[in-house]
């Protein structure tokens, strides 16, 4: 990669080291101005009549998502995030009392609060699969218990937002397939920084967000429905564009993905998320994997080398997520220490995962997401300002 030529293409890159693309990424100067060219496109000439001109450039972000997901067009729908397209597909599932819901011990507060509500409304049961000794999915545990039988749904985040780890999401998958077991996969933080291979991985369903390391525009996002599956779930709700008025009692719903999608929508949002996801694609997904796994692991490096600081990263596979603390220091006292540096990090909070019941887990922590943009001197910066903190 030319990472100077990056960096200049990436104006935020001269506003701070910024290591928050767990968060929310820079955009390309490419990205902002697809976005902000439809919006002056719409004050001209009106938003139906822009969308009518860009429609096949809207169309062709189907492609672009099919492609970085090795999947067909019809079997992605454009969200306005990645909750949106998360919930679309749970609550579109037919639970039945009984049912069982295998999670994630470092499952995302908003997917274990849908998975509570289910149990309430549905009678279901929620089960943590145990973590093995790197912090991950337990696949043995996991292969126990869909033996039991009775497993109607895995849902798991493919990289937690919480740690470094990377969840062994084809090893789920051969064994969901295998019980017959429908398999979610949430990849709000892998998308962009992971290749996502769907017919590898295995999942029936994967969501994922535009804002985070494909470093497309906020509110935005995208669903994968495996085409063999979509016809047997049911939106949690319809419009005019996921079904048709077919007479006084009778409707019709649409048979691709499409059907989780609603007619009114960010046209400019949807494609600077294309515009974001081509570029990519360009790039390459392995490439770009290489480079945030080079830069991850030389800050971790870097910040296990300091007095009083531990990294709190788990897993056999890591991501370009960095979490640490620092002793006699809270979390969000580094936080405001590296911003006021003009080092852009975040805090999280380990202790909403409440599916997690380590003794032991940090309460907070610093995360520190880098990206391909990073460079070794941005790790040097916020290393030096961490050691004086």
Not at 142 to 162: C, D, F, K, Q, S
Not at 334 to 363: E, I, M, N
Request: net charge negative.
């Amino acid at each position: 990669m030319d990472i100077r030529h990056l960096r200049a293409m990436t104006p935020g890159c001269g506003e701070s080291a910024f290591f928050d693309n767990a968060g929310s990424a820079l955009h390309t100067e490419h990205v902002t101005r697809t976005v902000v060219d439809h919006l002056m496109l719409e004050a001209r000439i009106g938003g139906y009549a822009a969308e009518d001109r860009e429609f096949e450039r809207t169309e062709g972000v189907y492609d672009s998502v099919a492609r970085l997901l090795n999947a067909r067009p019809e079997e992605i729908a454009l969200t306005d995030g990645a909750t949106r397209a998360w919930d679309m597909a749970f609550y579109s599932i037919a639970f039945r009392p009984g049912d069982r819901i295998l999670t994630s011990r470092s499952e995302y507060p908003s997917n274990g609060l849908a998975f509570l509500q289910a149990k309430q409304r549905h009678g279901v049961s929620v089960e943590p699969i145990p973590d093995d000794e790197h912090g991950q999915v337990d696949l043995d545990a996991l292969a126990a218990m869909l033996a039991e039988g009775g497993v109607r749904l895995i849902a798991v985040n493919h990289v937690p937002t919480y740690d470094g780890l990377v969840q062994p999401a084809a090893g789920i998958g051969a064994l969901a397939r295998r019980a017959g077991a429908l398999y979610l996969l949430d990849a709000c933080q892998s998308a962009g920084q992971l290749p996502l291979d769907v017919r590898e991985i295995g999942c029936h369903l994967l969501s994922a967000a535009g804002r985070k390391y494909l470093r497309g525009p906020r509110g935005t996002g995208f669903l994968y429905v495996d085409r063999e599956l979509v016809t047997q779930l049911e939106p949690p709700q319809l419009d005019l564009h996921s079904a048709t008025w077919t007479g006084p009692d009778t409707f019709e719903i649409r048979p691709d993905a499409r059907r989780f999608e609603t007619w009114e929508r960010s046209i400019a949002g949807l494609l600077g998320l294309g515009a974001a996801v081509d570029e990519a694609l360009a790039l390459g997904l392995d490439p770009i994997r290489a480079r945030i796994d080079t830069l991850a692991e030389r800050l971790r490096a870097g910040l296990s080398a300091l007095d009083g600081v531990r990294v709190r990263d788990r897993g056999a596979v890591r991501s370009g997520i960095v979490t640490f603390t620092k002793e006699g220091r809270d979390a969000q006292h580094l936080v405001d220490g590296l911003r006021a540096a003009a080092v852009s990090t975040s805090l999280s909070r380990p202790a909403g995962a409440k599916f997690d019941d380590r003794s032991q887990k940090p309460t907070e922590v610093v995360r520190a997401s880098a990206h391909y943009y990073n460079t070794d001197e941005e790790i040097d910066r916020l290393l030096d300002v961490v050691a004086k903190l």
